[in-house]
């Protein structure tokens, strides 16, 4: 299945696009097994795409969960994300009962284009509480993600003046401004992205922020935004299954720092007060206003260019001044031995741009803090049964909230994290596998971790997912896709059940007896486009 | 010139600084101790301040612009001991800076007996091959570099950078949207020139080839800063003072210890493992020693946290131990004080004992830097390290210290892998002799011997035709020498050093765990006759004690060889086997090899501390490729892969990015 990036794909079959998928649904169709649940996964790239088929009264009840995948990879497995939407329009006959958006990466929705979607309505939309426009906490935390957008952005167009001595932190935060921004792009275009947020910063401009627009536009039955804990939710149209949603948490710490307290006397300006905006207003240089200034009063200052402007000499071109300017003003160098000379006062360690590597961490804590804003769902096929764990791109913050509250359930007992996990058979895993997306523990940890998953009956039919190009991580730095310790893990304890994108089913080994390995074959369909699995109740 | 005044040159200059912080000068309980004046020794000064060691170059880019160099050899400044402490004079930070780094400069100098060096700044031509080491004459000091809750050490740069940021909330202390100067803590621009002092004896310390390594850059770095702090008598005797009933206890100086990192604006993350407030009580509890503690503990502050209470608990074992009689004293024998202040007498008698404590735990764990494997330290190596060098040094150790180290060490769980006893005799590292016989080594006093009397000369095979003169112990590295001329020695005696080792010196190779021979894997790197290569990184002297109480000086030698690593297992195997070497550098270095004390006056080897494994050693090498590819080091971060640190441009700003946070 891996092949070497080959763009000029000589596929003839699906040249036409969805006409000949459709014509091919009649075999691709996606049936659920009575009272249970088909889980397509779709080979889209490194980025989670998935389709449900849950039992219906007359017809399967279909749920989408995301869809996109980071630009490059698809090329590695041979598909396109529009031969994936073509065949969920096939397949679900235009109408996607439920669609979901985990979080706002490029990576879980840059397939969702108005051209990829043509076609395709949709009855209900569910989306984090994060994303709710009439909860003041996610409103202040979507105006934070903003003002750091553009804080970054701008930051980064400062040290790309920095060229080579930059080029390596410009390129950290460009990967990680394209996962914010979205769009199908291999190379993020600075330039473009800048433009198109404008100087008010409307990020409401972004692939990504357009894709989230298209799906909570098409809801006809209206837009739902779940909240851990509480109490379940009903998938419309399949009876039994009820939805557990684990995440993302409500910090009530960071709520108390973007929200001041009434009558704090600070008013609601969100001015100087953050370390983040001391430093956007730096990052802005004159349009600042006050901050962007030297905290020191002017008699102690030398502006920059009086320091080292043509024609200087003094301290600040003998300390501070490159090569170019000490030579014009200092003839003595070759009195200084040259080993000293070659070390004493070099460009090398001047910090023009240094401070501007702030810029990076923002960018990493946006990303981190939208994977943590991940929706975790967990399905149950049927009261006090089988469970279904989906866990997007949750890192350990929303992972350790999980045991933070329990679910009621209308009749009985409460419902707690571990009980869920305990009846998991089913682990989307989190992250495309990486280090911190699924948590190392034991069943007496008192957080949430692989081993409280698939206990008792249900651990003989424990299977894993991951959705990773594996080829394709390896050309990035530090994306270590999956993480061989937690796949052997994965492997280990589903022994051998575990899928991912770019891993036919013919490559997947089983590490049980031939009966259990054939059993579960009997539930898996591969095809070049998707993997099905199907789950009885 | 007043050529008529006749005035010995200074030896010392006394500048004033912030005890701890600003906020704490602020606080009126406090006030008496906001404020101290250190003396360091005196030389002359460029505006700057530019001395031999450091050089404070004030420019702030983020606000576009630079701040005065101060000119701490004007009159009135000399007149006033400095300027006054003042947080919007931007040249009072200058001085700070200069004063504390000064200040952390000759603590390290004390304790090993020598003047101390940069790291080399290593340059490079376009293509990354290494071209020549410079010798760098002076550390740099920005102190406002950084719009950021960061400061930190860069190993590229040679410089310390700070960072100023405004406070996030209104407390007992701050006052919201102030500015907080991280180079205004004492204890900030300590940790940070203690960065750059071990970078200087240990530049592959920072990298990352166990769970450890990291840990201890971190660890050690806040050891220097918070002993640096206690070595000052007069902030102890005011908090002596005020706590008279809780002395007995000892954690009162574990929870001060703690809030001078609290002050400093930094989480404290590193000394929270001295201690923490209890909810229920309200009280600050110094937290008990654990032998589990180190348990699935990976993040390095976490794990560093861990050796810094190590060692603060042999602190408090030798302060009890030495305060004891002084409480039976001036209670009469009952041990029990009676209520109300303490006596003055008492209390400067307590915080002299308490500093004098501090001073040598500190020094303890300076010298152990010159007995540490030249790569891969673990806490456990660490341990044999302190008890080694002060063994070398104080034979008798009448206050116990080494006993409390060992002690405190076991309490915390911390012990070298494959260790048989954890008495202090048996943690002590193998002498020549011992090696020797272990590798059944025989007739190695001639061959060592030659090292000093012969002129090396290479082998007719070897690539490298260097003459040299015999080992040049001449010259001395001590607290007088020239650093310029000392880093020259350094190379004369590392390449004479190295040049015998290829030639009557392969002798001792095998007790000194490296290998020249040619049956090696072929990712070992070697030289051009098909031998692997042999590095020499460092021929510095150590302080000792000869057995009749004069001092003694051993020569301090680190030998290293390298071989590519894969991050693929199967790739190694198939490179390893491979008959010609592999292009290119591999994913990772192995590096393997040891730290050699050699007595040149008896011309014997005194010391031989080997890394854990050979340059064949796969186990080992496997090792390092898992704890590499195994998980990442800050578990809130996706993207924070352990080997990410190897590419690193600044290692430390990550680490002390997350710190702040």
Redesign the interface.
């Known amino acids: 299945m891996v092949k070497a990036p080959n763009k000029k794909t000589t596929r003839t079959v699906r040249k036409s696009g969805g006409t000949k998928r459709a014509s091919t649904a009649a075999d691709g169709a996606l049936v659920p097994p009575a009272g249970g649940v088909a889980i397509r996964m779709y080979r889209i790239g490194h980025g989670d795409c998935f389709l449900l088929a849950f039992a219906g009264k007359t017809k399967p009840v279909f749920m989408l969960i995301d869809c996109g995948y980071k630009p490059g990879s698809p090329q590695f497995i041979d598909t396109t994300a529009k031969e994936v939407t073509d065949d969920i329009r096939a397949v679900t006959g235009g109408h996607i009962d439920v669609a979901i958006v985990t979080h706002e990466h490029q990576d879980h929705l840059n397939g969702i284009t108005e051209s990829n979607f043509k076609d395709i309505t949709i009855g209900e939309s569910w989306f984090a509480w994060t994303e709710d426009p009439d909860d003041d906490y996610a409103n202040a935390l979507r105006k934070r993600f903003k003002d750091r957008l553009l804080c970054v952005l701008q930051a980064r167009q400062r040290l790309a003046l920095g060229g080579a001595a930059t080029a390596?932190?410009v390129g950290k935060i460009d990967e990680l401004l394209a996962f914010e921004l979205g769009g199908d792009a291999e190379r993020f275009d600075a330039a473009a992205a800048a433009r198109s947020l404008g100087a008010s910063g409307d990020a409401g401009a972004s692939q990504n922020k357009r894709a989230m627009h298209l799906i909570r536009d098409r809801a006809e039955k209206g837009v739902k935004y779940l909240r851990p804990h509480g109490s379940a939710t009903k998938v419309p149209g399949a009876d039994g299954v009820r939805v557990f949603p684990l995440g993302p948490p409500r910090d009530d710490e960071l709520l108390h720092?973007l929200m001041p307290e009434e009558g704090e006397g600070?008013g609601r300006d969100d001015?100087?007060?953050?370390?983040g905006a001391?430093?956007t207003a730096?990052v802005r240089?004159g349009d600042g206003g006050a901050h962007?200034?030297?905290?020191?009063?002017r008699r102690?200052?030398?502006?920059?260019a009086d320091?080292l402007g043509r024609g200087r000499n003094g301290?600040?071109v003998d300390?501070?001044g490159d090569s170019a300017q000490k030579a014009a003003t200092r003839t003595d160098r070759t009195k200084f031995?040259p080993?000293?000379a070659?070390?004493?006062d070099a460009a090398?360690?001047r910090?023009?741009?240094?401070?501007l590597?702030?810029s990076e961490?923002l960018a990493?804590d946006m990303?981190?803090d939208t994977?943590n804003g991940s929706l975790v769902l967990a399905f149950e096929l049927s009261p006090g049964g089988k469970v279904l764990l989906f866990a997007a791109d949750a890192?350990?913050?929303n992972w350790i909230s999980w045991t933070n509250g329990t679910w009621r359930d209308g009749t009985r007992k409460k419902i707690t994290a571990q009980n869920l996990l305990a009846r998991t058979v089913l682990y989307k895993v989190g992250?495309h596998g990486?280090?911190?997306?699924t948590l190392k523990g034991t069943l007496k940890s008192d957080y949430a971790n692989l081993d409280w998953m698939a206990q008792g009956d249900y651990a003989g039919e424990f299977t894993a997912m991951i959705t990773a190009v594996r080829k394709w991580a390896e050309t990035q730095?530090?994306?270590?896709h999956p993480?061989?310790?937690i796949k052997d893990a994965l492997l280990d304890k589903a022994a051998g059940r575990v899928f991912q994108t770019d891993t036919k089913v013919a490559a997947m080994r089983g590490r049980s007896t031939k009966d259990v390995w054939d059993g579960f074959k009997k539930n898996v369909r591969d095809d070049t486009l998707y993997v099905d699995f199907l789950i009885a109740p | 010139m007043p050529s008529t005044t006749f005035v010995p040159t200074p030896t010392q200059r006394k500048l004033r600084i912030f005890a701890l912080d600003p906020s704490v000068a602020a606080q009126y309980d406090t006030a008496g101790i906001g404020e101290l004046t250190i003396a360091i020794p005196w030389e002359d000064l460029a505006s700057g301040p530019i001395g031999q060691y450091l050089e404070v170059v004030d420019v702030d880019p983020a606000s576009g612009c630079m701040y005065h160099p101060a000119d701490l050899d004007a009159q009135h400044v000399l007149a006033q001991n400095g300027l006054a402490p003042s947080e919007t004079n931007p040249q009072f930070h200058q001085q700070m800076a200069y004063a504390v780094a000064m200040a952390t400069v000759v603590h390290f100098e004390q304790a090993l007996g020598r003047v101390a060096l940069w790291s080399d700044h290593i340059e490079r031509d376009a293509s990354g091959n290494v071209v020549g080491h410079n010798f760098i004459p002076r550390l740099r000091i920005y102190p406002h570099a950084l719009r950021d809750r960061n400061a930190y050490y860069s190993p590229d740069k040679k410089a310390l950078l700070f960072g100023y940021f405004p406070a996030g909330t209104t407390d007992e202390t701050n006052t919201r949207d102030t500015i907080v100067y991280t180079v205004l803590s004492h204890d900030i621009v300590a940790h940070e020139t203690a960065h750059a002092l071990l970078d200087g004896v240990h530049p592959r310390f920072n990298e990352p080839v166990n769970g450890d390594v990291l840990a201890f850059h971190e660890a050690f770095a806040d050891i220097v800063a918070l002993f640096q702090h206690f070595s000052y008598p007069g902030v102890l005797r005011y908090q002596i003072a005020l706590t008279r009933g809780n002395l007995a206890q000892e954690n009162v100086l574990a929870q001060l210890a703690q809030q001078f990192g609290k002050a400093a604006g930094r989480r404290g993350a590193l000394r929270d493992a001295l201690g923490g407030f209890d909810p229920k009580s309200g009280k600050w509890k110094a937290r008990a020693p654990s032998v589990n503690a180190l348990d699935g503990v990976a993040e390095p502050h976490d794990r560093g946290a861990i050796l810094v209470a190590a060692i603060f608990g042999a602190f408090l074992k030798v302060y009890r131990a030495r305060t004891v009689d002084l409480y039976r004293i001036a209670s009469e024998g009952t041990g029990v004080l009676r209520a109300g202040d303490i006596h003055p007498d008492l209390t400067n008698r307590l915080a002299d004992e308490a500093a004098k404590c501090a001073q040598s735990i500190l020094q303890m764990c300076i010298r152990a830097l010159d007995y540490c494997p030249p790569v891969g330290i673990t806490f456990g190596d660490y341990l044999r390290a302190i008890v080694t060098a002060d063994y070398d040094l104080n034979p008798d150790d009448p206050y116990g210290y080494r006993l409390a180290m060992v002690e405190s060490f076991r309490q915390w769980g911390i012990h070298p892998d494959g260790m048989r006893s954890m008495s202090v005799e048996a943690l002590l590292w193998p002498t020549g002799e011992e090696a020797m016989e272990e590798a059944a080594v025989r007739g190695y006093t001639d061959a060592l011997r030659s090292l000093f009397t012969e002129s090396q000369t290479p082998r007719a095979t070897d690539s490298r035709k260097i003459k040299t003169g015999p080992l040049d112990v001449v010259k001395p590295w001590n607290l007088d020498s020239d650093r310029f001329q000392t880093w020259r020695g350094v190379r004369h005696n590392a390449t004479a050093l190295w040049t015998w080792l290829m030639g009557n010196g392969s002798a001792l190779l095998p007790a000194l765990g490296l290998v020249l021979d040619r049956d090696v894997p072929a990712t070992v790197f070697k030289n051009n006759i098909g031998l692997p290569t042999l590095e020499v990184h460092s021929v510095r002297t150590a302080q000792r004690r000869s057995a009749r109480g004069g001092v003694a000086n051993d020569l301090v030698v680190e030998i290293v060889q390298r071989r590519r690593g894969y991050f693929d297992a199967e790739e190694q195997a198939r490179r390893d086997k491979a008959n010609q070497p592999p292009d290119g550098n591999g994913d990772f270095r192995y590096r393997a090899g040891c730290t050699v004390l050699i007595d040149p006056v008896s011309m014997t080897i005194r010391r031989v501390i080997r890394t854990t494994g050979t340059i064949r050693d796969n186990a080992a090498l496997e090792r390092m490729r898992k704890f590499l590819t195994e998980g990442g080091g800050d578990p809130d971060n996706a993207f924070a892969l352990k080997r990410d640190v190897l590419r690193a441009a600044e290692p430390f700003a990550m680490l002390h990015r997350h710190e702040g946070s």
Request: charged share 20%.
């Open positions: 390596r932190s720092s600070y001015g100087a007060r953050s370390l001391y430093f730096a240089g962007s200034e030297s905290p020191f009063a102690y200052r030398v502006a920059w320091a301290f600040w300390h501070y031995d080993l000293v070659a070390t004493d090398w360690r910090i023009d741009h240094d401070w590597n702030t961490q990493l990303n981190n994977n890192q350990r913050g992250h990486s280090h911190n997306a730095v530090g994306w270590d993480l061989k310790a």
